[in-house]
C-alpha cells in the first residue's frame, strides 16, 4: 500500500515538472557575429555587446529565457524564415523587410554618417571621386544605390574588416553608424584621420520577428518596457556606446581659453591680412548681376559653357581645358571668380546645354563633371581653394566658380604636358619654363 502511494507521488511530480517544461517560455535570438560594440563574439566563443546586454536585461525584466545564436546577416534571416530563431535582436528598419517580418519598438536609435579623411575635400557627395567602403547586404549599401547611385562602393565582407581598415586609416571614406544623442549623452566620436562629411540617414535598431507572430512581439515590448533609464544608461556606458560627459577642472579650462584667445588673435590677423591686399577678391566682388554688367576683368571672367560648343552646336571636350586654364589663372594670381553659362557680351545663356550631354543631366551631374574635370588637370588639392555652386538668375542656372589664391603652384596637366598660367590683363597668359620660375620666386617664394 505505502508502494503505491509513494508511486502516485512521483508520478505526480514527474507530471508537474514535465507541464512546468512545457509551459516555460524560452526565446531562441539570432545575433550578429561581427558588429562591435552593437554584437560580436568574444575570444571565449561567446556572444557580446550593447545588443547582447539589452536582451539579457529584457530576459530578466520580462522572466523569459533566451540562447543567443550568432551569425552573419543571410545566416539570421535564413534561420528564422526556417524557425530555427525566434527573434533577430537588433535590425534596421525598411519597407522591403516590413512586407515579411514585423518590428518590435526601438532598441537604439541610430545615424549613419559618412566620414571622410581629414586631407580630402569634395564640393558635394555625388562629386566624390573615390571608393566610399561599406559593409555588403546592408541596409546602407541600399539606401546608397538609390539615392547617391554615382558613388563608387567598396563593399567589404564584415563589419571588422571595415572597422580594421578604418584603425590602419587604409580606405578613404566609409559609412559610420553610431547612436544618436540619446539617454542626455554625447555622441560617438568620429574615428581618428576623419571627418564627418555629411548625415546620410537616420534609423533606428528594432527587433525583428516573422509576420504575425503578434505573441512575440507583446512578450518583447512588455519585457522593454519595464527597462528603466538608469539601465539603458548602465548598458550604454559599460560599451561605450555613447562618449560619457567630460568634466574639465579650473586649470585645464583656463589653458583652453588661453589657446582659444591665441587663436582668435591669429585668425583676426589672417583676415586683417587678407582684407589689407591690394587687389584683394572680396573688396571687388559684391553684388553677381552688378559684376557680370561692368564685363570681365583681372577678377573675373565669364565662359558660356564648360563643353557645349555654340558655334558648332555640339559637345566639345576641349572647352573643358579652357575652363581649367581660366581657373589655373586665378589659382597662380591674386583669385577671381569664373562664371560659367555667361557669354562674353554679359547675356544670361544658362547651363542647360551642359546638362543635355551630361548621364546626370543636373546641376549634381554638372558639378560632378567639373569637380572630375578640377582632379584630372589641376590636382585633388587645389579643391581647398576654390568653391562651387550653382544659383538662378533669370530662371537660368549659373555655375559660379569662387577661386582663392593657391598657396603653392599650380600646373595645367593636358596628357604628359604641364603648363602654367597668371592672370593678366582680363586674360588667362601662359608662362614660359624661365618666366614662369622667376614668377614663382616673386609670387610665393618671396613671402616665406
Not at 516555460?24 to 555587446?49: R, V
Not at 528598419?93 to 569634395?122: H, M, R, V, W
Not at 576683368?297 to 564648360?306: A, P, Q, R, V
Not at 543635355?356 to 579643391?383: E, M, P, R, Y
Request: aromatic fraction near 10%; charged fraction near 25%; charge should be negative.
Amino acid at each position: 500500500m505505502l508502494s503505491k502511494t509513494i508511486l502516485k507521488v512521483l508520478c505526480f511530480i514527474l507530471i508537474i515538472g514535465y507541464a512546468q517544461r512545457i509551459n516555460a517560455q524560452e526565446y531562441k535570438i539570432a545575433c550578429l557575429n561581427d558588429y562591435p560594440p552593437y554584437s560580436s563574439i568574444n575570444e571565449q566563443g561567446e556572444a557580446t555587446g550593447f545588443l547582447i546586454d539589452w536582451w539579457n536585461l529584457w530576459s530578466a525584466k520580462a522572466g523569459i529565457d533566451i540562447t543567443f545564436i550568432p551569425g552573419n546577416t543571410e545566416d539570421c534571416i535564413g534561420r528564422l524564415n526556417t524557425n530555427k530563431v525566434d527573434i533577430i535582436a537588433g535590425a534596421f528598419f525598411s519597407e522591403e523587410l516590413n512586407k515579411d517580418y514585423d518590428f518590435g519598438d526601438q532598441i537604439l536609435s541610430t545615424q549613419a554618417i559618412l566620414c571622410i579623411k581629414k586631407d580630402l575635400d569634395p564640393v558635394s557627395i555625388d562629386s566624390i571621386g573615390f571608393l566610399v567602403s561599406i559593409v555588403k547586404n546592408g541596409y546602407t549599401g541600399n539606401y546608397l544605390e538609390e539615392n547617391h547611385p554615382s558613388l563608387e562602393l567598396d563593399l567589404l565582407n564584415s563589419n571588422r574588416e571595415l572597422y580594421s581598415a578604418v584603425e590602419q586609416q587604409s580606405i578613404d571614406a566609409f559609412v559610420y553608424i553610431t547612436p544618436e544623442a540619446v539617454l542626455d549623452l554625447v555622441k560617438v566620436t568620429i574615428p581618428d584621420g576623419y571627418k564627418q562629411f555629411e548625415v546620410l540617414y537616420s534609423n533606428n535598431l528594432r527587433p525583428m520577428v516573422k509576420k504575425g507572430n503578434k505573441k512575440i512581439l507583446a512578450d518583447i515590448m512588455k519585457g522593454s518596457e519595464a527597462m528603466s533609464k538608469e539601465d539603458l544608461l548602465e548598458v550604454a556606458t559599460k560599451w561605450n556606446v555613447f562618449k560619457d560627459k567630460v568634466t574639465v577642472d579650473r586649470t585645464l579650462l583656463y589653458v583652453i581659453i588661453g589657446i582659444i584667445a591665441l587663436l582668435v588673435l591669429g585668425v583676426l590677423l589672417f583676415i586683417k591680412r587678407i582684407l589689407n591686399k591690394k587687389n584683394s577678391l572680396a573688396r571687388r566682388v559684391f553684388n553677381l548681376e552688378e559684376e557680370i554688367s561692368k564685363g570681365e576683368s583681372d577678377f573675373l571672367e565669364f565662359k558660356s559653357s564648360l563643353r557645349w560648343d555654340y558655334h558648332k552646336n555640339v559637345k566639345n571636350k576641349v572647352l573643358e581645358l579652357v575652363v581649367a586654364k581660366t581657373i589655373s589663372a586665378f589659382l597662380n594670381s591674386n583669385g577671381g571668380i569664373l562664371l560659367i553659362g555667361v557669354n562674353d557680351d554679359g547675356a544670361i545663356l544658362g547651363l542647360d546645354n551642359d546638362y543635355n550631354t551630361l548621364s546626370k543631366g543636373n546641376q549634381d551631374g554638372f558639378v560632378l563633371a567639373l569637380t572630375t574635370l578640377i582632379n584630372n588637370t589641376l590636382g585633388k588639392q587645389s579643391h581647398k581653394y576654390i568653391n562651387i555652386r550653382i544659383v538662378n538668375i533669370g530662371d537660368k542656372d549659373v555655375c559660379v566658380i569662387t577661386i582663392e589664391r593657391s598657396g603653392i603652384p599650380v600646373f595645367l596637366v593636358k596628357g604628359e604636358k604641364e603648363e602654367f598660367f597668371i592672370r593678366a590683363s582680363a586674360s588667362s597668359q601662359p608662362l614660359g619654363l624661365k618666366d614662369t620660375m622667376a614668377y614663382i620666386k616673386s609670387h610665393w617664394e618671396s613671402e616665406k
